[in-house]
T-cell receptor, first 113, second 117 residues
Framework: SQTIHQWPATLVQPVGSPLSLECTVEGTSNPNLYWYRQAAGRGLQLLFYSVGIGQISSEVPQNLSASRPQDRQFILSSKKLLLSDSGFYLC????????????FGDGTRLSIL | AQKVTQAQTEISVVEKEDVTLDCVYETRDTTYYLFWYKQPPSGELVFLIRRNSFDEQNEISGRYSWNFQKSTSSFNFTITASQVVDSAVYFCALSDGFSGGYQKVTFGTGTKLQVIP
């Protein structure tokens, strides 16, 4: 069966520090991968998606970046965090095909001080 | 462009009441897919159901039921005899029917359901 792992679960970082959040998927190959951000009490904002290794598309311009170094690994990074980067970050995967549901990781709660 | 509207921001019901969560969508695609997800307080989103644009049959799963009406572009979700464990944020989502590469997924803003014991 397929599983998705996302870590860390919580993170507290000072403004201006770097960020690296990692997400890995097991039990499937060539999944579509997604990073979302959810501000407190708000909906989901799509940040990045990837349809294959090294293929990253950005939905919202910001100081975040994403990489997909391996088929089932998706990394969210920042060189310098801003206060506005606080939020709940969710990684998701789905098999190719519009009918496929997305499957989400447990999320990372990021607080910027 | 795709759009999903969940007009109800927050709903409170007393346990055992029935509650309906509304979802209205917009798309120009003739083939598309609709989803409902549940986000409990712990944070992870859980997939509940998928509906294809060419299948308007309503579906019932235990206390959950879904009413899909293409004529009104709605995909509403009803919880019968609500329970405290149903307290969560519920998201409706729309995916286009493109069969290759990336399929765009649009989420509604969510409805927070609070079931009061």
């Amino acid at each position: 069966s397929q599983t998705i792992h996302q870590w860390p679960a919580t993170l507290v970082q000072p403004v201006g520090s770097p960020l690296s959040l990692e997400c890995t998927v097991e039990g499937t190959s060539n999944p579509n991968l997604y990073w979302y951000r959810q501000a407190a009490g708000r909906g989901l904002q799509l940040l990045f998606y990837s349809v294959g290794i090294g293929q990253i598309s950005s939905e919202v311009p910001q100081n975040l970046s994403a990489s997909r170094p391996q088929d089932r690994q998706f990394i969210l990074s920042s060189k310098k965090l801003l206060l506005s980067d606080s939020g709940f970050y969710l990684c998701a995967w789905r098999d190719t095909g519009g009918e496929q549901p997305q499957h989400f990781g447990d999320g990372t709660r990021l607080s910027i001080l | 462009a795709q759009k999903v509207t969940q007009a109800q921001t927050e709903i409170s019901v007393v346990e055992k009441e029935d509650v309906t969560l509304d979802c209205v969508y917009e798309t120009r695609d003739t083939t598309y897919y609709l989803f409902w997800y549940k986000q409990p307080p712990s944070g992870e989103l859980v997939f509940l159901i998928r509906r294809n644009s060419f299948d308007e049959q309503n579906e019932i799963s235990g206390r959950y039921s879904w009413n899909f009406q293409k004529s009104t572009s709605s995909f509403n979700f009803t919880i019968t005899a609500s329970q405290v464990v149903d307290s969560a944020v519920y998201f409706c989502a729309l995916s286009d029917g493109f069969s290759g590469g990336y399929q765009k997924v649009t989420f509604g803003t969510g409805t927070k359901l609070q079931v009061i014991p």
